[in-house]
């Protein structure tokens, strides 16, 4: 069974920084890209920020330089490191794993999220 299980979100001031973690189950951990994406109310999911299994990273323009992604294949986790927070960054915060077979069949997976609020 597919678990992915985030952890880390609080009600954080403006400045600050927080670390997520997103820790999987049930499916080849180091084949998968692994990424964040947050959802804010009334607005679209978005990718924050993304890692492959090689290691390469992407990142939202929004964050850039200021979130970091990064993954620990032997704990099976994934973590987003987010500095100097503002209060757009509130959101919901999701996990996704993702593996593109040959055949370029995708399948995702995602967490249930967890609450990122910053607010003086």
């Known amino acids: 069974q597919v678990q992915l299980v985030e952890s880390g979100g609080d009600l954080v001031q403006p400045g600050v920084s927080l670390r997520l973690s997103c820790a999987a189950s049930?499916?080849?951990?180091?084949?998968?890209?692994m990424s964040w994406a947050r959802q804010a109310p009334g607005k679209q999911r978005e990718l924050v920020a993304d890692i492959a299994s090689g290691g390469s990273t992407n990142y939202a323009d929004s964050v850039r330089g200021r979130f970091t992604i990064s993954r620990d294949n032997t704990r099976r986790t994934v973590y987003l490191e987010m500095n100097s927070l503002k209060p757009e960054d509130t959101a919901v915060y999701y996990c996704?794993?993702?593996?593109?077979?040959?055949?370029?069949?995708?399948?995702?997976?995602w967490g249930q999220g967890t609450q990122v609020t910053v607010s003086s």
């Open positions: 996704n794993a993702k593996y593109t077979f040959p055949g370029r069949v995708t399948i995702n997976y």
């Open positions: 049930g499916f080849t951990f180091s084949d998968y890209s």
